[in-house]
C-alpha cells in the first residue's frame, strides 16, 4: 500500500501487435545486423495508465533495405497515487523505468519469436533510457515552440 504522496505502479499488459520474419539466409552474418528501434509513450490520465510501444525492424546490414524481422510491442502501466490532473506530470525517473522495462520486455519477445535465426542470437542493443526520455522532451519542446 503506498503511503501518502507516493506512487505506485505495476505492468497492466503486454502485448505484441505484430511480428514478422522472413526466415534469414544462414549467409546473413549476426555482427552485421542492424536494427531500426522507434518508440512512443502514450498517456491515458483518466484511467491512470501510461503506454510504451516499441518498434524494431532489423534489417541485413546498415546500408541494406531488406527486413528479415520485425517487432511491434506496446507495455501498459497503472499508476496509483498521482491525480488526473497532474498526470501529464509523471516524474522523469519513473518514465526512464518504464521504458527500460518495456525494452527489456521487447527484447526478451524478439528472441523467443526469433528462437532457430540468426535474429535469435543476437539481442537488442543497449539503450539509455534516460537519453532517450531526453531526447524525447527535446523534440516535444521544438514541436511546441513551432
Known amino acids: 500500500m503506498a503511503m501518502k504522496g507516493e506512487l505506485e505502479f505495476a505492468i497492466d499488459s503486454f502485448k505484441i501487435d505484430r511480428f514478422a520474419s522472413n526466415n534469414p539466409k544462414s549467409t546473413v552474418r549476426k555482427e552485421r545486423l542492424n536494427f531500426q528501434i522507434q518508440h512512443l509513450f502514450k498517456i491515458d490520465a483518466v484511467s491512470h495508465i501510461v503506454q510504451v510501444g516499441f518498434r524494431v525492424q532489423v534489417m541485413e546490414s546498415k546500408q541494406s533495405k531488406h527486413e528479415i524481422a520485425a517487432i511491434e510491442t506496446i ?5 496509483k497515487g498521482i491525480s488526473s490532473e497532474n498526470f501529464e506530470n509523471i516524474p522523469e525517473h519513473l518514465l526512464v523505468t518504464f521504458l527500460s522495462i518495456a ?9 523467443a ?5 540468426v535474429v535469435g542470437e543476437v539481442p537488442l542493443p543497449l539503450i539509455n533510457p534516460s537519453e532517450v526520455i531526453r531526447r524525447m522532451k527535446e523534440s516535444q519542446v521544438l514541436a511546441d515552440s513551432n
Open 103 to 111: 525494452y527489456s520486455t521487447t527484447r526478451g519477445a524478439l528472441i
Open 75 to 79: 507495455t501498459s502501466f497503472k499508476i
Open 113 to 117: 519469436k526469433s528462437q532457430g535465426t
